[in-house]
């Protein structure tokens, strides 16, 4: 079959579909030739076409009559001379790096590897060809109704996130029609959008949808890679989760999906990975990226470039201080944020993007793009504040405008609530909003995303119940995963019928939870903790695609109550200002009635009532305190300097093993303190109960008072 070309033009890059044909265009600085592949539906090739144009070392050309859904992929000639980072290999089948959709899988069997697989020697050329087991590229028609779809614009201080798995939220409901279960219809099917609502979750993070692929080892073990951490097509979702096939109808999916969120009042954000790819070092396969122009897309030894810098510990990282690497990056979040209409992302190994040499820098030419790019102005973005090379941990170090997952508040609630010593002042910065980490920089509060759990380690049920990692259906002798040695001293380890250890398992969680939602900041909820979901003690589920991370909806007395409890809280947040500033606290003055009066924001109290002293934030031996947040503090209005004002809260949490006795100080308000929330209590942590002058608080539990009956 002959296709016409016709001349084209250099941009956009990739395939895009006009009303005549479509245009085709792929960046290579160092190749010698650039070929077109098309291929019907039975993967035979129809045509091969020499793209001849090329304008700033893009190569393109406009084809007539191709139509969506055409498949097509590149073939990329060069020098091949490994030892000066070229590796072109015009045997390879390549993915396109802009295919907006990606149809069938890697054969790891095929000769996808560009050198001598047989001897090991990179050095030497494999010249079979790849195509019979590698992916295609699909033309996509980007048109949708989008009809009157609108970004809900959520802000940041007022959002409660859900990270979550689109196949493993719904694969196992048994509301959802089984041929949609574990796909993005299935994500927007009712049921769901009706859980997410009453829930009270203001967004879903998204565990990575851009195209990815499955390890051949793991394969071998009949495992599959299911967070999705392989990236092979930053423009393409999917088609793993999608219900009607996978040349193109992925795309209009995620739309559908996307759409129906929106229209429930619910943010989307994608956990995006443009820190490497699937394509490994110097030994890995050729895929894409690495045959189009490997000096280009990925940073090399500098004095040996036939090496990759692995600053992910994954064999390679991409080159993101070449202008076109970075265009790429920027492309694709354009893209997802105009044609598939998502509100935000979290930066998967954050820090390897800020890389200049080899140190993390703030003055980064990434962050610069980023910040001075109009279409990502209003979008969220979420660093993970870390990388596996040297200076790699950025904890709150990023600049303005970005938020970051805070390792350090997950680490010091874990520790405080498992009775560590010499945890409350970091625990006090950590509950306030991380004010050492983020105030001095131009932040405020929500640039710190709090969490307890993540889905990278142990679920909440199993942080409670396990002492150690029990990783081995991954079939590695449960050597991968984080080693976890923190006993939180219930009296034994995984499941058991003692029901005083499932008591005092399901109330740390709730302690765990509780905290997470009263703290300052914004309140992360990893998938399932909602619904006490557990893995059984593996900490690192990366390729169970199975019952084992599978949300379980056959919920239990006790799963009931810790959705209840969870929902009860995100609504109890969310309905309260006071508990999610968007300013630290601070001293203010407030004029009333032509006096100047100095209030409080918060005040921190021992059990005796009187405020701490600064001795006691240094002991190792306290593991009780008590905070309390002032509600008529919140807001000062320029029109008549009046207080806005909200209920205040006196917050309690003892982490000891046995109660201890507090006595309350007068509410700003005047009014008696109740009893908001009690996690010693089992059956019902939401009673409401005005309180006398002292109280008792259980071991290991917390207690929320309001000066408010809470109606």
């Known amino acids: 079959m002959s296709h016409t070309l016709l001349p084209g033009r250099p941009y956009p890059l990739g395939a895009t579909v006009s009303s005549k044909g479509t245009n085709f265009a792929i960046f290579s600085q160092d190749a010698t030739r650039v070929d077109l592949c098309l ?49 072109f290999n015009y045997n390879k089948l390549l993915v ?24 090991g020697d990179d050095l030497k050329m494999d010249t079979q060809d790849s195509a019979w087991g590698m992916p295609r590229s699909v033309v996509v028609d980007t048109k949708f109704d989008w009809a009157d779809d609108c970004p809900p614009e959520i802000p940041l201080a007022d959002s409660v996130i859900y990270e979550v798995h689109v196949k493993g939220f719904s694969m196992r409901n048994p509301a959802i029609p089984e041929k949609i279960r574990g796909t993005y219809a299935g994500f927007a099917h009712p049921s769901s959008i009706d859980y997410f609502k009453k829930l009270g979750v203001t967004a879903v993070e998204l565990l990575p949808v851009h195209h990815f692929i499955d390890e051949g080892h793991l394969l071998d073990k009949d495992l599959v890679d299911y967070w999705g951490y392989n990236t092979l097509g930053y423009f393409a979702p999917m088609p793993r989760y ?27 954000i994608l956990d995006v990975v443009y820190n490497h790819t699937c394509e490994g070092n110097h030994l890995g396969p050729m895929l894409s990226w690495k045959g189009v122009c490997n000096n280009t ?17 994954t064999g390679n990282t991409l080159n993101v201080r070449n202008p076109q690497v970075l265009k790429m990056i920027m492309d694709s979040l354009r893209y997802w944020v105009t044609e598939m209409h998502v509100d935000g992302f979290r930066f998967d ?86 004010s050492d980490l983020y105030q001095f920089d131009g932040r405020k509060p ?27 259906a991954n079939q590695d002798d449960n050597r991968d995963g984080t080693d976890q040695n923190d006993s939180w001293n219930m009296g034994a380890e995984g499941p058991t019928e003692d029901e005083n250890i499932n008591r005092m398992r399901e109330r740390q969680m709730r302690n765990l939870l509780a ?29 169970q695609d199975n019952e084992l991370t599978w949300h379980d909806w056959n919920l239990d007395d006790s799963r009931k109550r810790m959705l209840d409890f969870t929902g009860r809280l995100i609504h109890l947040r969310l309905s309260h200002p006071n508990l999610h500033r968007r300013k630290f606290f601070q001293d203010r003055e407030i004029r009333k009635k032509g006096q100047n009066t100095i209030i409080h924001d918060i005040a921190w109290f021992n059990t005796d009532g009187k405020q701490v002293s600064d001795e006691v934030w240094n002991t190792t031996w306290s593991r009780s305190i008590a905070i309390l947040l002032n509600g008529q503090t919140l807001q000062v209005s320029d029109e008549d300097g009046q207080p806005i004002v909200d209920d205040s809260f006196f917050l309690i949490v003892n982490a000891a093993q046995d109660g201890v006795e507090f006595t309350l100080p007068p509410s700003p308000s005047g009014k008696p303190w109740c009893l908001a929330i009690d996690t010693e209590n089992e059956e019902d942590a939401f009673t409401r109960e005005k309180l006398a002058d002292k109280i008792i608080v259980g071991g290991r539990s917390l207690r929320l008072l309001s000066d408010d009956n809470l109606k």
């Open 39 to 87: 291929f019907n539906r039975d993967g035979e090739q129809v045509d091969c076409i020499p793209l001849r144009e090329r304008t700033a070392f893009v190569w393109h050309g406009f084809i007539r009559d191709v139509r969506p859904g055409q498949l097509y992929g590149y073939r990329v000639d060069g020098p091949w001379d490994p030892e000066q980072g070229h590796r």
């Open 96 to 119: 396109d790096p802009y295919a907006k959709a990606i149809s069938g899988k890697v054969n790891w069997k095929a000769p996808i590897f560009p050198y001598d697989l047989s001897s």
């Open 242 to 268: 999608c219900s009607c096939g996978d040349v193109g109808g992925q795309v209009n999916e995620f739309k559908n999906m996307v759409k129906t969120l929106h229209a429930a009042g619910i943010e989307v």
């Open 297 to 313: 897309y990925y940073r090399s030894v500098q004095d040996n470039p036939r090496y990759y810098m692995d600053y992910t510990g």
């Open 349 to 434: 190994l954050a820090a390897t993007l800020a890389r200049e040499l080899h140190d993390v820098s703030r003055l980064s030419s990434f962050f610069d793009t980023i910040h001075q790019d109009p279409t990502l102005a209003d979008v969220k973005l979420i660093a993970e504040p870390w990388d596996v090379g040297e200076g790699g941990y950025q904890v709150g170090q990023f600049p303005v405008l970005w938020a970051e997952w805070n390792g350090r508040y997950r680490d010091t609630v874990r520790r405080f609530w498992k009775g560590d010593p010499g945890q409350l002042s970091d625990f006090g910065n950590r509950l306030t909003g991380s």
């Open 446 to 472: 929500y640039a710190s995303i709090n969490f307890i759990t993540a889905h990278d380690g142990f679920t909440l049920c199993d942080l409670v119940s396990y002492n150690e990692k029990h990783n081995e």
């Open 515 to 543: 905290t997470l939602m009263l703290s300052q900041g914004v309140p992360m909820l990893c998938g399932g903790d909602d619904i006490a979901r557990t893995q059984r003690g593996n900490n690192n589920c990366y390729c």
